[in-house]
């Protein structure tokens, strides 16, 4: 498979998923259909290991809880310290102080 997607591709996906997420059954349907079942639980799990940091657990502890390597969690962190992400704007109502606190030195 070609690494480089078009953009086009990228927008109609965007779109069916927007048009899918209305309701939540048919968007796990689809999302099922998509991906193998590896995909999803990665990407279910990753959303996990974003809001764990949020909620401020260590690297570690995360690494703990879930059963996974430190790798797999330093992507989520870096993520989660762009202010400006998808993240943050999703997780920001559910964000502790202590944790924007500690993390924005």
Same mark, same amino acid.
């Given at each position: 498979?070609?690494? #480089?997607?078009?953009? #086009?591709?990228?927008?109609?996906?965007?779109?069916?998923?927007?048009?899918?997420?209305?309701?939540?059954?048919?968007?796990?349907?689809?999302?099922?259909?998509?991906?193998?079942?590896? !995909?999803?639980?990665?990407?279910?799990?990753?959303?996990?290991?974003?809001?764990?940091?949020? !909620?401020?657990?260590?690297?570690?502890?995360?690494?703990?809880?879930?059963?996974?390597?430190?790798?797999?969690?330093?992507?989520?962190?870096?993520?989660?310290?762009?202010?400006?992400?998808?993240?943050?704007?999703?997780?920001?109502?559910?964000?502790?102080?202590?944790?924007?606190?500690?993390?924005?030195?």
């Amino acid at each position: 498979m070609s690494k #480089k997607v078009p953009q #086009k591709y990228t927008e109609e996906l965007l779109e069916i998923l927007q048009k899918s997420a209305k309701n939540k059954h048919f968007l796990d349907e689809f999302l099922k259909d998509l991906l193998t079942p590896k !995909e999803y639980k990665v990407l279910a799990l990753r959303w996990q290991i974003v809001k764990l940091l949020a !909620e401020g657990l260590t690297q570690r502890e995360i690494t703990e809880q879930l059963h996974i390597a430190i790798a797999t969690v330093s992507r989520g962190s870096r993520e989660l310290h762009d202010e400006d992400g998808a993240f943050m704007k999703l997780l920001h109502p559910q964000l502790n102080s202590s944790w924007r606190s500690a993390h924005s030195r």
